[in-house]
C-alpha cells in the first residue's frame, strides 16, 4: 500500500519527516498531516505560520487555517483567528460539523475557546521588531508592505487511501485588518477528494482565488492528467491570463498529490517543496519557472 505527502515550502521538512514515520506505521492522513502543520505552526523561525507569524497593519498576528477530508468532501476553515496556539487543529475540529464550518475572527475564537483549544499570544519580539523594521523601512525606502508571505500547505494520502489537504499561514505581511486570502477558501487555497487527489497553493492570494486554482488542478488529474502536467497547466495558463487581462501576474505556487501517490508542482516563481513517500525518503526541492513549465531538481 502506498502513503505520500507534499508541502509547500522548505520550512515543512521536519513536520514532513515526522508525518512520513506516522504514515509508514499506518497511521492516519489526517493525523499525521495535522502533526506536521502543527511543527511548523509552533516554531517561531517561520515567520509565516503560526506562533511568530507576521503581523498585520495593526501589528496583530491574524492567522488563517483549512483542513479538508477528501473521503467526505468536509471542510473546515477560519480566518483572521489570533492567539490561538494551533489555528490547523481548530480548523480541522471545524470539518467534522455539519453547518457552520468556516468561521471567522471573533467567531473563530469563541468557538476554539468553546472547544479547549490551547490559548497563546502569538506575536513574539522577533515578530514585532519585523512589523517594525518594516514601517520604517516602508517610510523610507518605499518598500512593498506585502512583500513577505508564504503558506504551509500539505496533501498527504495514507496507508488505507485517506487523502486530506490542510493549509496554515499568516497571510500577506502588513496586510489590512481582516484582509483574507486563498489559503482558508476551497478550491482556491486547497482542495481534496481520495478518488481523485488534492492539491494546495501558495502565493498571492488575491491572484490565486482569481482562478480557483486548487480545484483547477484536481479537475485535471480527474481527466486523467499526471499530477505535474495538471499543475503546470493551471499555474502557467492562469498566470499568462492575468498578464494579458491585467498586466501582471502575483506569485503562484501549487503542489498536488495525485490517489497512487504521484505528485507534481507548477510555479511562476522560485518555490521550495518537500516530498515524501511509501518509495522516496523526505526531501527539499527548488522549484522554477522554465518557459510554461515548472522545472525543479533536489535542494
Ligand atoms: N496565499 C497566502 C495568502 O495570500 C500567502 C502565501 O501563501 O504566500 O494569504
Not at 484582509?179 to 477558501?185: K, L, T
Amino acid at each position: 500500500m502506498t502513503w505520500g505527502i507534499i508541502a509547500t515550502w522548505e520550512m515543512a521538512l521536519e513536520g514532513v519527516k515526522h508525518a512520513s514515520y506516522m504514515l509508514e506505521k499506518g497511521l492516519s492522513a489526517a493525523d499525521s498531516m495535522e502533526e506536521a502543520i502543527k511543527m511548523v505552526e509552533d516554531n517561531p523561525l517561520y515567520t509565516s505560520v503560526g506562533y511568530g507569524g507576521l503581523p498585520n497593519e495593526k501589528c496583530e498576528v491574524e492567522l488563517d487555517a483549512a483542513f479538508m477530508d477528501g473521503n467526505t468532501l468536509s471542510v473546515g476553515a477560519i480566518c483572521g483567528i489570533k492567539d490561538f496556539k494551533n489555528p490547523i487543529s481548530v480548523a480541522r475540529k471545524l470539518n467534522e460539523e455539519r453547518f457552520n464550518i468556516f468561521l471567522v475572527g471573533i467567531g473563530a475564537e469563541e468557538y476554539a475557546q468553546e472547544k479547549g483549544f490551547e490559548r497563546k499570544n502569538m506575536l513574539t519580539e522577533e515578530s514585532k521588531k519585523a512589523w517594525e523594521k518594516r514601517v520604517a523601512e516602508m517610510k523610507d525606502k518605499n518598500l512593498s508592505p506585502y512583500d513577505g508571505h508564504d503558506t504551509v500547505g500539505m496533501v498527504c494520502i495514507d496507508k488505507n487511501e485517506n487523502l486530506v489537504t490542510g493549509t496554515s499561514t499568516s497571510g500577506l505581511f502588513m496586510k489590512r485588518k481582516g484582509r483574507v486570502g486563498d489559503s482558508p477558501i476551497p478550491g482556491s487555497g486547497f482542495y481534496a477528494d481520495s478518488e481523485i487527489g488534492g492539491a494546495t497553493a501558495t502565493g498571492l492570494g488575491e491572484d490565486i482565488m482569481k482562478g480557483c486554482m486548487s480545484y483547477e488542478v484536481v479537475r485535471l488529474m480527474k481527466e486523467g492528467l499526471h499530477p505535474q502536467k495538471a499543475a503546470e497547466k493551471v499555474v502557467h495558463e492562469f498566470s499568462e491570463k492575468l498578464e494579458k487581462r491585467r498586466g501582471k501576474a502575483g506569485a503562484i505556487s501549487i503542489a498536488c498529490m495525485n490517489k497512487n501517490g504521484e505528485w507534481g508542482v507548477g510555479t511562476n516563481v522560485e518555490f521550495t517543496f518537500v516530498v515524501a513517500t511509501d518509495k522516496e525518503r523526505p526531501k527539499v526541492y527548488i522549484a522554477n519557472r522554465d518557459g510554461n513549465k515548472t522545472a525543479f531538481q533536489e535542494a
